[in-house]
């Protein structure tokens, strides 16, 4: 949270959005300016020398009595652009989840998978051994102990990838947590619940982040037309002054002034008449853009929710298979030893456990991207 680039970003185009937002309210307070002059005008009239000097001070207070409804769209723009910023933050606090949770169990797999491939290195170094004692013994043929010679040596080469994933896997999880160095570990496990009954998608989509920034965005650019067309109306305003003037630094003459000015636009070259139709055809592209997220994120709800529920159960099925592969394999290496059992079969068990195994570590890690996927589709996560 402290030091990921993206989250930070996100928190300071809230930052700015929420100030430029209080900004907007200023077309509805009275501006207050001071200010001092100095004239000095010489010349030559009729060859008489001239010298004048003016000093001028003043204060002048003015307010804006109508714009042309310029400053309650100002407003409405504001408040608009300020919800899109705080459903983005929402929407990158999403995204940090998924991808801290996808690095965590990234790692987390890769480091197991370095185990794993070591293990499976060690049992074929022994099943190695085994086949060699019987081809050595007339028992076995040649062509069994080369294949499990190559089996080994595809192993050595299995393992020596999954050291090279490991460290992409550290890289990874160093890029989310937005720190410098890659020499990371992991311990635990990502928490994680189970599946419950599938929600209403349609009432699920208008609460998840992206689609509310969409539609704050379709609400600024309600607001943008409405600024537009203020440069069609008439300008209402009163200010008033008071000041000094006089021939020295410390003017005494006092003079004072109140005005009120009504503009009337009558031809502007249509500049705000072309302004006026762009912003229209802003809102429409807005409008439709929104009606697009909420369709595809409706898809998205779908689909991530039922990759979520498949993975889960897959991580089930795949937990059963490695523990019958496993009781499979202790009993046909016993029964291979004792020669009970011929050597394709006890080959082709000891290669479906190797694959079972491969594939509950993939299970597993597929269950937390899953539900990392579904969380974050639903614009929820772990981050604060």
Known sequence: VANNPDLRTARANLNAAA???????????????????????SGNVVNTNTSQ??????????????????DQAKVAQGAANREASAAGLAVAKAQLSQDLKDAFIGLKYAQDNVLLTEQIMHRLEENL??????????????GSFLLTKASL????????????????????????????????????????????????????????????????QQKSAEAGVTLARSGLYPSLDLSGSVGRTGDNWFPSDSRRAVALNL????????????ATKSAVSSL??????????????????????????????????????LDAATTRAEIARSKYNNGLMSFEDWD????????????????????????????????KGVIP
């Open 19 to 41: 100030y430029s937002a209080k900004g907007a309210y200023s077309g509805y307070l009275p501006q207050l300016s001071a200010g001092a002059s100095y004239d000095d005008i």
């Open 284 to 321: 429409e592209a807005a409008s439709s853009t929104t009606d697009s997220t909420e369709q595809q994120l409706l898809v998205k709800l779908n689909q991530t929710y039922a990759a979520y529920v498949a993975a889960v159960e897959r991580l089930k099925v795949s937990q059963a298979f």
């Open 53 to 70: 000097a003016t000093y001028n001070t003043s204060v002048t207070l003015s307010q804006n009595l109508f714009a042309g409804y310029q």
């Open 153 to 216: 040596t595809q192993a050595r080469f299995d393992h020596l990838q999954a050291q090279q994933d490991l460290v992409s896997a550290q890289s990874q999880l160093a890029r989310v947590l937005g720190r410098s160095s890659s020499a990371l570990e992991v311990r635990g496990d990502v928490p994680v619940t189970e599946p419950g009954m599938a929600p209403d998608f349609r009432q699920l989509v208008r609460q998840i982040p992206n689609y509310q920034q969409v539609a704050a």
């Open 129 to 142: 051994r085994l086949v060699e004692l019987r081809f050595e013994s007339g028992n076995e043929n040649k």
């Open 348 to 379: 082709t068990i000891e290669n479906d456990l190797i694959q079972r195994q491969k594939t509950f570590l993939l299970s597993r890690r597929d269950r937390v991207v899953a539900e990392a996927a579904w969380e974050q589709a639903q614009g």
């Open 263 to 274: 503009n009337v636009p009558l031809y502007s070259g249509g500049k705000d008449y072309y």
